[in-house]
């Protein structure tokens, strides 16, 4: 069987995180589907890499990553420890932003390219936060598909339509 970092779905980063490129789970860890008692299964993949370049977990101890990035599998960055262990230091890095540059997709696996990229509160100190548009969008249509979500787009439109008529000096105010 080929070892998961030879695959050509990783992506070497210069500050050393392999991202990896395929499928990922709802919370962003890479995904290893497999075949268990004839049913297909799936288990994180930094686990499965884990097991393949440095042998079995032991029990009741989880794979965490060193570096954050949950979609990275560089054995280099993977350690075990226990749920506790893992908790403090995600406790630890509080402080960092949690979607760090490197992190290529979403949770839900849309690409962060630029034209896919928005930014939250780019004022802040920390430069704001990543978002992803694809994302947006489908909350947006999801939520403009509701009977109160229309209700309420169109009555600010309405508000703002007032607010034009009101001032229509306001007409030049763009920025
Ligand atoms: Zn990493
Ligand atoms: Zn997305």
Redesign the pocket.
Same mark, same amino acid.
Do not use: A, I, L, S
């Given at each position: 069987m080929n070892r998961i970092v030879e695959s050509n779905k990783i992506k070497k980063m210069p500050k050393? $995180?392999?991202l990896w490129l395929g499928s990922l789970n709802v919370k962003g860890y890479g995904q290893y589907r497999y075949k268990k008692n004839g049913k297909f299964t799936t288990m994180q993949l930094h686990r499965r890499v884990w097991m393949e370049e440095r042998g079995p977990i032991p029990k009741g101890l989880v794979v965490a *990553? *060193? $570096?954050?990035?949950r979609n $990275?599998v560089?054995p280099e *960055?993977l350690y075990v420890g226990t749920q506790a262990q893992n908790c403090q230091d995600v406790f630890d890095r509080k402080r960092r932003p949690l979607q760090s540059e490197?992190q290529t997709h979403c949770l839900k696996g849309h690409e962060f390219t630029p034209e896919n990229t928005g930014v939250r509160d780019p004022k802040k100190e920390d430069g704001g936060k990543r978002y992803c548009k694809a994302c947006k969008k489908i909350r947006n249509d999801k939520y403009r598909s509701t009977p109160e979500g229309r209700a309420r787009i169109n009555a600010r439109i309405k508000a703002w339509r007032k607010k034009k008529a009101i001032s229509p000096s306001g007409k030049n105010n763009h920025i």
């Open positions: 050393g $995180c392999w *990553h *060193h $570096c954050d990035v $990275c560089n *960055h490197t």
